[in-house]
T-cell receptor, first 112, second 116 residues
Framework: DAKTTQPPSMDCAEGRAANLPCNHSTISGNEYVYWYRQIHSQGPQYIIHGLKNNETNEMASLIITEDRKSSTLILPHATLRDTAVYYCIVRVRGAAGNKLTFGGGTRVLVKP | NAGVMQNPRHLVRRRGQEARLRCSPMKGHSHVYWYRQLPEEGLKFMVYLQKENIIDESGMPKERFSAEFPKEGPSILRIQQVVRGDSAAYFC??????????????FGPGTRLTVL
């Protein structure tokens, strides 16, 4: 699976949008971009995934650059409960891609 | 639809004892994965199972650790003769056999193992 690079930490003001970048310059055509988050002491929570088109769900939006070498997770209106470690993961399509490789992630602190 | 269930949530064992961790996947999910998170570290993949089959155990320690996912009942991660270094949070995830080869994994709350 392609490696990802994320900033180790970032702060965000409550109510503002949080933009979390991820670089995955070695991504190949059959690899998806996934985002998970882990709130302290809890199990990782699936947020969103995409292949090449931008995606949006009730939790967040995922913007993938045209060359697919980077992406941005957007939390439109951050709340204190969004404080967590956010992981960007690239994985292969299909059953062979079932080994999620978690890097260091970005530790997001939402401040009042 | 209930999420992934894990029990116990907390488990305390003395060195040399056995630990059994259970994972019930989400309804309709036939793929189970186990991950370990050591204190202050990231999650590491251990093993991927489908019903009655181990598909990928590349992350499992070579000794003392085993996993199963029987035809009936939960998946079990078994650690024999535990040592202090086994103290960690163990997370289970499950995924459905989706069409389009997208196997999104959903995680349980974890079992926190403490070895005294």
């Amino acid at each position: 699976d392609a490696k990802t690079t994320q900033p180790p930490s970032m702060d965000c003001a409550e109510g503002r949008a949080a933009n979390l970048p991820c670089n995955h310059s070695t991504i190949s055509g059959n690899e998806y971009v996934y985002w998970y988050r882990q709130i302290h002491s809890q199990g990782p929570q699936y947020i969103i995934h995409g292949l090449k088109n931008n995606e949006t769900n009730e939790m967040a939006s995922l913007i993938i650059t045209e060359d697919r070498k980077s992406s941005t997770l957007i939390l439109p209106h951050a709340t204190l409960r969004d404080t967590a470690v956010y992981y960007c993961i690239v994985r292969v399509r299909g059953a062979a891609g079932n080994k999620l490789t978690f890097g260091g992630g970005t530790r997001v602190l939402v401040k009042p | 639809n209930a999420g992934v269930m894990q029990n116990p949530r907390h488990l305390v064992r003395r060195r040399g004892q056995e630990a059994r961790l259970r994972c019930s996947p989400m309804k309709g999910h036939s793929h189970v994965y186990w991950y370990r998170q050591l204190p202050e570290e990231g999650l590491k993949f251990m093993v991927y199972l489908q019903k009655e089959n181990i598909i990928d155990e590349s992350g499992m320690p070579k000794e003392r650790f085993s996993a199963e996912f029987p035809k009936e009942g939960p998946s079990i991660l078994r650690i024999q003769q535990v040592v202090r270094g086994d103290s960690a949070a163990y997370f289970c995830a499950s995924s459905p056999p989706e069409r389009g080869a997208v196997y999104t994994q959903y995680f349980g709350p974890g079992t926190r193992l403490t070895v005294l």
